[in-house]
């Protein structure tokens, strides 16, 4: 499928399905999947004005029953009786990543408007036909990419866009931690909890023994639901990125690292270094879970290197660091005007570090003590629930957390692959590269293929 066949949106937009709202109307909203994240969206739309949670679904019967008890509204264990009610508006969607693209899917053709957590989908495919379902069914789509509503990220990207640290060539990002030697630890199979629904939990994914592990929080180290640390939080630092950078895709991926440091079950390396070659620049993406020295004492962040400035940004603060400029920028002019008799210090020896007076080539700015949450997470779903209203597209819309995630899988593609990847970001594909494009989906467990939009 064609980028220019993705983007088709007002031509081929279905007629809207679903409750008109007005300006004034209650929006009712399900919550998908109860784990830490997805309680917190629950926290955060309760206390949302003009909002009503009347529903919730979860594989864990417990953690239905907990909520349900503590609240007014509807429980289920399948969500699918969540898609089949008339009167929900909208759906969270805070499952594993395993599960995002298909419930995803249902909920448009089920006439409902959707905020999905990130990354965006599990495959390349997955986020191709979740564009395609948004389009086709007119449905509200926003991806759970909150840092796109967090001023400060939103001001270092204008001052990017506005040249004001110069040209960019090279940029890192990057997240460190130290969980050696244990890491996730080595829990054995055993039967589930009571009230889980561990064939559902699995889904689309393999069939496999119930381990703690691959359950809340450290599925995202298991390749069945997920990229590992390439997939989590490289499709914060790829979305902030290529927003500064107006990129759509990288041209090529190489990957290298391994599962070196940790002695636990899971599968996604630990160690990972990914290079993404663009038009015009470079990304290296690092990944270290068992050594925790910090860049610039972030545990993770981005760094962008112009030739004015170094800007640096994460969640809690940002940067720029000018670049001086010399007078003499080489030993040429510098010998040259030493020669002509110019006021040039010229120590015996032709010192390279002779002073001449720093002129810094951009402005010295940035801010400190910065919190990403809760308030931007809170504009974030409000941006979401405005749109629902007024049927405009959010600011993280389904297509930007395709863009973001897009480069993730290739790079996770060029890991598995053990070589370089190429990508067009045009045709959505790795061209002439069989192998990488069959790694653009997946195979999908009976019965919960992906649904046929």
């Given at each position: 499928m064609h980028r220019r066949d993705l983007l088709k949106s007002a031509s081929l937009a279905a007629p809207f399905i679903g409750r008109a709202l007005g300006a004034n109307d209650e929006i009712r909203v399900a919550q998908i999947g109860l784990g830490t994240r997805g309680a917190y969206e629950l926290e955060l739309c309760q206390r949302t004005k003009g909002v009503k949670v009347v529903a919730v679904a979860d594989v864990w019967q417990d953690l239905v029953d907990?909520?349900?008890?503590?609240h007014a509204s509807d429980g289920y264990q399948d969500f699918r009786r969540i898609l089949d009610r008339k009167d929900i508006?909208?759906?969270?969607?805070?499952?594993p990543d395993h599960w995002h693209a298909p419930i995803a899917i249902m909920a448009c053709q089920a006439g409902k408007d959707v905020f999905c957590e990130k990354p965006l989908s599990h495959t390349i495919h997955e986020g191709q036909q979740m564009i395609a379902a948004a389009r086709k069914y007119n449905r509200v789509f926003q991806t759970g990419s909150q840092q796109r509503s967090a001023t400060h990220f939103q001001k270092i990207v204008d001052l990017i866009h506005k040249g004001r640290i110069g040209k960019i060539t090279a940029i890192e990002c990057w997240n460190e931690e130290n969980d050696a030697p244990e890491g996730a630890g080595n829990p054995p199979d055993t039967d589930p909890p009571r009230g889980l629904n561990w064939d559902l939990y699995l889904g689309p994914a393999s069939k496999v023994p119930y381990n703690r592990n691959r359950y809340i929080w450290h599925y995202r180290w298991f390749w069945d639901y997920s990229g590992g640390m390439m997939t989590d939080w490289g499709a914060h630092?790829?979305?902030?990125i290529q927003?500064?950078?107006?990129?759509?895709?990288p041209l090529s991926a190489i990957a290298?690292?391994?599962r070196f440091c940790l002695r636990d079950n899971c599968q996604t390396p630990d160690t990972l270094m990914t290079v993404f070659e663009y038009p015009g620049f470079i990304v290296r993406y690092s990944v270290r879970q068992g050594n925790s020295r910090r860049i610039e004492s972030r545990?993770?962040?981005?760094?962008?290197?112009?030739?004015d400035g170094t800007l640096i940004v994460d969640r809690s603060s940002w940067e720029v660091i000018p670049e001086n400029a010399s007078r003499y920028p080489n030993d040429f002019d510098r010998l040259e005007a030493w020669?002509?008799?110019?006021?040039?210090?010229?120590?015996a020896g032709f010192d390279r570090n002779a002073k001449v007076p720093p002129r810094p080539k951009c402005e010295a700015m940035g801010e400190t003590g910065l919190h990403i949450d809760p308030a931007c997470q809170e504009a974030h779903i409000n941006d979401f629930f405005d749109c629902v209203r007024t049927r405009k597209r959010p600011v993280a819309e389904v297509e930007i957390g395709y863009r973001s995630i897009t480069p993730c899988h290739a790079g996770t593609i060029a890991y598995?692959?053990?070589?370089?990847?190429?990508?067009?970001?045009?045709?959505?594909t790795f061209p002439g590269d069989k192998e990488a494009q069959a790694m653009m989906t997946k195979n999908y467990r009976e019965p919960w293929t992906l649904p046929r939009v």
């Open positions: 907990k909520y349900t008890a503590d508006d909208a759906v969270f969607v805070s499952t630092h790829m979305d902030i927003w500064a950078m107006q990129a759509d895709g290298a690292g391994g545990p993770n962040g981005i760094a962008f290197y112009g030739s020669i002509k008799g110019g006021n040039v210090a010229w120590p598995r692959l053990g070589r370089k990847v190429k990508w067009d970001a045009k045709a959505q």
